[in-house]
């Protein structure tokens, strides 16, 4: 929201105070302005000044220019050459008769240049023009740097006085507000005037707004409002207030004063008409958003809708029609409909939406946008003048569903106080009479099914004191109160305060204290230490897991991401592929298969047809929008979608989320009582490159399977857990025979399950149009994980003795996993034996059909002397010996 000094000036006195300490003051009281702009503080004082327009003549040498005599308030007038075209139409009609006020600018000054493109700042140079002489100009709004417009020369108000610095006119300052949804009574000019004089403890002067019928406005000879339309409100709750003024005889050509427009302009809007001007006018005064109906409009559907008056030509028909008034019903939207806005396009409504209709059908959607069928137009005379207020949760979602925001819908949308209807409605109706030519019909059309009750909230003094941690005097909590608009009345140690009708967001005790305490001060909130002595310091158990995971996730050389938590049934949908092959078939040539799906805690429960059952989603009551329609149940969703997005624009990404996924307690049916199970995970995502390209050159190959395992073996690594076991798995949203189950021994020697890892199915990664190659993930369950996990572990001692390292190549059946053979080398090591690594691995004809090489690398080393050769020699023999019991396995020669 953009404000207006000047503007604000008129409401409460700034003498003394800067924009800038405003500023200040109403960030600090949770108001935030982001920015002040000054407006003219480059102005040239001396060369810059208000001039008057004497007369137009002819200029002796071209059509299109004229020569306008320049009173600046120095002696002589001074002629200047223009092409201005509201000058055009007074050339040669002699002297005028009453001030044309302008921007005079005289040699040497710097402005803008009017006719280039964006923002060009020149020194004005005198230079003969079509063999005139011409050393000033008169200036349009462009070449002052005030808007982009450079149709004309910029018209001043008649009181400006000739010979004045501009910057003393037409100097200002605006600031640029970022108010929080909880702020829609300060969405307004008379509400931050009424904020900044609580806050400088000022006078606050509200504009004079009522209108009556003895109003001068006010044509009494014409029928009262109330029998020119019907209003009528099928849903108190979509609408608890409409109000309908008729303002007749106006002139929609008509353009707004020169200072109407001005304020327009500097709050961000664009002068239209002085119909729409006045509208949008009262609504930045009040915040009360109006809406202009065409009453003649209105008018003739109505007398279509009755079917009087059908037969032309017949007078007696016609007659009857002028008895016909349109009926106003605010309903809300039925499945089909539709309606033309007043951009024209056709816009198909979504049911529930709040929409005010005639006795045709739609025209308008409630604080949206109005309909094509009855707006204003050049040929509008009479105009029946909407000021009510919605149910704000319905604005905001029907403006972001048809993505039509605009400044009403910004201010429906917090919640506008029925309260402001009076005046705004006031304001727009005299405006309408006073600068379009508008007479206002006596009395209003105004129905209120639901007014809101006067709100009191009672509560002790000390409660402020309690809450705060300071004492603030009685006498100012009494009076900050009073100039928020508060009914305060203290009587011993209780305060009872009435809250002003414009204030829909008071409701609590603690809504009266954050009302005190931001105009006393915040930052006069003393710092209290803690009266009582610090609580002993406890082990966050789910806080340390969680970041230790992440920090060993970045130590794998992995980059975090936060995706959202909600998603919709189709697109998580799509990452489990119905009817793949491989699902349902053992997976390798040998070991168990595994359903991920089987493993407590990973995967997706699924449905009919291989895709997730919407009914054991947890849904989102009130979502934001279709996308965002219920909790996610995999990991995988967001990992994808941001995999797709960033490898449009580079070739290797390597990320990993922590957080939750949601799932309905096994066995219970879904309902308002039930709460959903939140197991915690971790998912990993690898692509691309297995490094960055650097100046060795040589293309390094794809990341696939067994990246991903290394990353989930260095992961679990740093949480304590070493020893694991990854068996062939199969999983809906994976490659079959690039899927494994992961699982590590608890305590007690159970093998616990703790996730999966594979390569992405190709199905998966064409639906979300990753690139054709090998995306790799996984997904741990931190539930299972922390069972497992050790604490915070110390740095291991490390021996100041040199390893030693023996390769070993084991011939075994090709069913035995290699994670089995090297269980059994630790497992018969002992403390000597540090290391196991496989780093080769053989089949063919030298180790026969059916059999595989295993090429181990063991380090050995001792803590307290060097190794001999003897005596890791004999630990390699009882390592041979153990294999050959443990998996079968043959040393090869």
Same mark, same amino acid.
């Given at each position: 929201?953009?404000?207006?000094?000047?503007?604000?000036?008129?409401?409460?006195?700034?003498?003394?105070?800067?924009?800038?300490?405003?500023?200040?003051?109403?960030?600090?009281?949770?108001?935030?302005?982001?920015?002040?702009?000054?407006?003219?503080?480059?102005?040239?004082?001396?060369?810059?000044?208000?001039?008057?327009? #004497?007369?137009?003549?002819?200029? $002796?040498?071209?059509? %299109? +220019?004229?020569? *306008? !005599?320049?009173?600046?308030? &120095?002696?002589? =007038?001074?002629?200047?050459?223009?092409?201005?075209?509201?000058?055009?139409?007074?050339?040669?009609?002699?002297?005028?008769?009453?001030?044309?006020?302008?921007?005079?600018?005289?040699?040497?000054?710097?402005?803008?240049?009017?006719?280039?493109?964006?923002?060009?700042?020149?020194?004005?140079?005198?230079?003969?023009?079509?063999?005139?002489?011409?050393?000033?100009?008169?200036?349009?709004?462009?070449?002052?740097?005030?808007?982009?417009?450079?149709?004309?020369?910029?018209?001043?108000?008649?009181?400006?006085?000739?010979?004045?610095?501009?910057?003393?006119?037409?100097?200002?300052?605006?600031?640029?507000?970022?108010?929080?949804?909880?702020?829609?009574?300060?969405?307004?000019?008379?509400?931050?005037?009424?904020?900044?004089?609580?806050? #400088?403890?000022?006078?606050?002067? $509200?504009?004079?707004? %009522? +209108?009556?019928? *003895? !109003?001068?406005?006010?044509? &009494?000879?014409? =029928?009262?409002?109330?029998?020119?339309?019907?209003?009528?409100?099928?849903?108190?709750?979509?609408?608890?207030?409409?109000?309908?003024?008729?303002?007749?005889?106006?002139?929609?050509?008509?353009?707004?004063?020169?200072?109407?427009?001005?304020?327009?302009?500097?709050?961000?809007?664009?002068?239209?008409?002085?119909?729409?001007?006045?509208?949008?006018?009262?609504?930045?005064?009040?915040?009360?958003?109006?809406?202009?109906?065409?009453?003649?409009?209105?008018?003739?559907?109505?007398?279509?809708?009755?079917?009087?008056?059908?037969?032309?030509?017949?007078?007696?028909?016609?007659?009857?029609?002028?008895?016909?008034?349109?009926?106003?019903?605010?309903?809300?939207?039925?499945?089909?409909?539709?309606?033309?806005?007043?951009?024209?396009?056709?816009?198909?409504?979504?049911?529930?939406?709040?929409?005010?209709?005639?006795? *045709?059908?739609?025209?308008?959607? &409630?604080?949206?946008?109005?309909?094509?069928?009855?707006?204003?137009?050049?040929?509008?005379?009479?105009?029946?003048?909407?000021?009510?207020?919605?149910?704000?949760?319905?604005?905001?979602?029907?403006?972001?569903?048809?993505?039509?925001?605009?400044?009403?819908?910004?201010?429906?949308?917090?919640?506008?106080?029925?309260?402001?209807?009076?005046?705004?409605?006031?304001?727009?109706?005299?405006?309408?009479?006073?600068?379009?030519?508008?007479?206002?019909?006596?009395?209003?059309?105004?129905?209120?099914?639901?007014?809101?009750?006067?709100?009191?909230?009672?509560?002790?003094?000390?409660?402020?004191?309690?809450?705060?941690?300071?004492?603030?005097?009685?006498?100012?909590?009494?009076?900050?109160?009073?100039?928020?608009?508060?009914?305060?009345?203290?009587?011993?140690?209780?305060?009872?305060?009435?809250?002003?009708?414009?204030?829909?967001?008071?409701?609590?005790?603690?809504?009266?204290?954050?009302?005190?305490?931001?105009?006393?001060?915040?930052?006069?909130?003393?710092?209290?230490?803690?009266?009582?002595?610090?609580?002993?310091?406890?082990?966050?158990?789910?806080?340390?897991?969680?970041?230790?995971?992440?920090?060993?996730?970045?130590?794998?050389?992995?980059?975090?991401?936060?995706?959202?938590?909600?998603?919709?049934?189709?697109?998580?949908?799509?990452?489990?592929?119905?009817?793949?092959?491989?699902?349902?078939?053992?997976?390798?040539?040998?070991?168990?298969?595994?359903?991920?799906?089987?493993?407590?805690?990973?995967?997706?429960?699924?449905?009919?047809?291989?895709?997730?059952?919407?009914?054991?989603?947890?849904?989102?009551?009130?979502?934001?929008?279709?996308?965002?329609?219920?909790?996610?149940?995999?990991?995988?969703?967001?990992?994808?979608?941001?995999?797709?997005?960033?490898?449009?624009?580079?070739?290797?990404?390597?990320?990993?989320?922590?957080?939750?996924?949601?799932?309905?307690?096994?066995?219970?049916?879904?309902?308002?009582?039930?709460?959903?199970?939140?197991?915690?995970?971790?998912?990993?995502?690898?692509?691309?490159?297995?490094?960055?390209?650097?100046?060795?050159?040589?293309?390094?190959?794809?990341?696939?399977?067994?990246?991903?395992?290394?990353?989930?073996?260095?992961?679990?690594?740093?949480?304590?857990?070493?020893?694991?076991?990854?068996?062939?798995?199969?999983?809906?949203?994976?490659?079959?025979?690039?899927?494994?189950?992961?699982?590590?021994?608890?305590?007690?020697?159970?093998?616990?399950?703790?996730?999966?890892?594979?390569?992405?199915?190709?199905?998966?990664?064409?639906?979300?149009?990753?690139?054709?190659?090998?995306?790799?993930?996984?997904?741990?369950?931190?539930?299972?994980?922390?069972?497992?996990?050790?604490?915070?572990?110390?740095?291991?001692?490390?021996?100041?003795?040199?390893?030693?390292?023996?390769?070993?190549?084991?011939?075994?059946?090709?069913?035995?996993?290699?994670?089995?053979?090297?269980?059994?080398?630790?497992?018969?090591?002992?403390?000597?034996?540090?290391?196991?690594?496989?780093?080769?691995?053989?089949?063919?004809?030298?180790?026969?059909?059916?059999?595989?090489?295993?090429?181990?690398?063991?380090?050995?080393?001792?803590?307290?002397?060097?190794?001999?050769?003897?005596?890791?020699?004999?630990?390699?023999?009882?390592?041979?010996?153990?294999?050959?019991?443990?998996?079968?396995?043959?040393?090869?020669?």
């Amino acid at each position: 929201m953009k404000l207006v000094w000047s503007w604000l000036s008129e409401h409460v006195d700034l003498t003394g105070v800067t924009p800038e300490h405003v500023a200040e003051r109403l960030t600090v009281a949770g108001l935030e302005v982001d920015k002040v702009e000054r407006i003219g503080d480059w102005w040239d004082r001396e060369r810059l000044v208000v001039g008057n327009v #004497l007369r137009v003549l002819s200029h $002796p040498d071209a059509e %299109r +220019l004229v020569l *306008a !005599d320049v009173d600046w308030g &120095a002696g002589a =007038p001074h002629r200047v050459v223009t092409g201005a075209p509201n000058l055009l139409a007074f050339r040669d009609a002699g002297d005028f008769d009453k001030p044309m006020k302008v921007v005079f600018a005289r040699e040497g000054v710097e402005l803008y240049d009017g006719h280039a493109e964006g923002w060009v700042k020149v020194k004005l140079k005198g230079r003969p023009v079509r063999g005139v002489m011409s050393d000033a100009m008169v200036c349009s709004e462009k070449e002052i740097g005030l808007s982009e417009d450079h149709d004309g020369i910029l018209i001043l108000d008649d009181d400006a006085p000739v010979g004045a610095p501009i910057a003393d006119v037409l100097g200002d300052a605006v600031l640029t507000l970022e108010l929080t949804a909880n702020y829609a009574h300060a969405s307004n000019v008379v509400g931050i005037a009424r904020e900044v004089a609580a806050l #400088l403890d000022r006078p606050f002067t $509200p504009p004079e707004w %009522r +209108l009556d019928d *003895a !109003d001068a406005v006010v044509d &009494a000879s014409l =029928p009262a409002a109330a029998t020119w339309c019907r209003v009528v409100i099928d849903d108190d709750e979509a609408c608890p207030r409409y109000s309908a003024r008729i303002v007749t005889g106006v002139d929609a050509t008509r353009p707004s004063p020169a200072w109407l427009q001005r304020r327009l302009r500097l709050s961000g809007m664009r002068p239209i008409n002085a119909v729409v001007d006045a509208t949008n006018y009262a609504m930045l005064l009040w915040g009360e958003p109006l809406h202009a109906f065409d009453y003649d409009r209105l008018k003739a559907r109505a007398v279509a809708a009755s079917g009087v008056g059908a037969s032309t030509g017949d007078a007696t028909a016609a007659s009857a029609g002028a008895g016909v008034v349109p009926t106003i019903t605010v309903r809300r939207s039925t499945p089909g409909e539709r309606m033309t806005t007043l951009d024209g396009i056709d816009r198909a409504l979504d049911a529930g939406t709040i929409l005010i209709t005639d006795d *045709a059908g739609p025209i308008a959607i &409630a604080g949206v946008m109005g309909g094509a069928e009855t707006e204003v137009t050049d040929a509008t005379r009479t105009i029946l003048l909407e000021a009510a207020t919605f149910h704000f949760p319905s604005i905001r979602r029907a403006s972001r569903d048809l993505k039509l925001p605009s400044e009403s819908s910004w201010r429906f949308s917090r919640d506008v106080p029925p309260a402001l209807i009076d005046p705004g409605s006031a304001v727009g109706s005299r405006l309408l009479a006073e600068h379009a030519g508008g007479r206002v019909a006596p009395g209003i059309v105004d129905v209120h099914p639901r007014p809101r009750p006067a709100v009191e909230v009672v509560m002790p003094l000390s409660e402020i004191d309690r809450l705060l941690g300071a004492e603030i005097p009685v006498a100012d909590i009494e009076a900050i109160l009073a100039r928020l608009g508060f009914t305060a009345v203290v009587d011993g140690d209780t305060l009872a305060a009435v809250v002003p009708p414009h204030r829909v967001d008071i409701e609590l005790p603690a809504d009266i204290v954050e009302e005190i305490v931001r105009v006393w001060g915040l930052d006069r909130l003393p710092s209290v230490p803690l009266a009582d002595a610090l609580p002993a310091q406890r082990e966050n158990r789910t806080q340390w897991l969680e970041e230790a995971t992440r920090d060993a996730c970045v130590g794998a050389g992995l980059q975090e991401i936060v995706s959202y938590r909600m998603t919709s049934v189709v697109h998580e949908g799509e990452t489990v592929v119905a009817g793949i092959a491989g699902i349902a078939d053992d997976v390798g040539a040998g070991g168990d298969v595994v359903d991920v799906g089987d493993v407590g805690g990973v995967g997706h429960e699924v449905g009919a047809g291989g895709l997730p059952a919407e009914a054991r989603y947890v849904g989102i009551a009130n979502a934001i929008s279709p996308e965002r329609s219920v909790m996610r149940q995999s990991m995988l969703t967001g990992l994808l979608d941001a995999a797709a997005a960033n490898l449009r624009f580079t070739d290797r990404v390597a990320l990993f989320e922590v957080g939750s996924t949601y799932h309905w307690p096994a066995g219970t049916s879904p309902s308002p009582s039930t709460l959903p199970d939140e197991p915690r995970h971790v998912a990993l995502l690898l692509a691309g490159p297995q490094r960055a390209d650097d100046w060795r050159g040589g293309e390094a190959r794809p990341m696939d399977f067994y990246d991903a395992k290394g990353a989930v073996e260095a992961v679990l690594g740093a949480l304590g857990i070493d020893t694991l076991h990854f068996a062939p798995g199969r999983h809906a949203s994976l490659h079959p025979g690039r899927t494994a189950v992961v699982s590590a021994v608890d305590a007690d020697g159970t093998p616990r399950a703790l996730g999966y890892v594979g390569e992405l199915h190709p199905q998966v990664r064409r639906r979300w149009d990753l690139p054709e190659r090998s995306i790799a993930v996984a997904d741990l369950d931190l539930e299972a994980i922390d069972a497992l996990a050790g604490a915070i572990r110390p740095i291991a001692a490390f021996s100041p003795y040199p390893p030693v390292e023996r390769d070993l190549a084991v011939l075994v059946d090709e069913a035995i996993p290699a994670a089995d053979v090297e269980a059994a080398v630790r497992a018969a090591g002992g403390k000597l034996l540090v290391g196991v690594r496989l780093f080769d691995v053989y089949r063919g004809p030298q180790v026969g059909e059916g059999r595989k090489s295993l090429a181990l690398r063991l380090r050995f080393q001792s803590m307290d002397k060097t190794l001999e050769g003897a005596s890791v020699d004999r630990v390699r023999e009882q390592i041979v010996r153990a294999l050959g019991k443990a998996v079968g396995g043959e040393v090869r020669g």
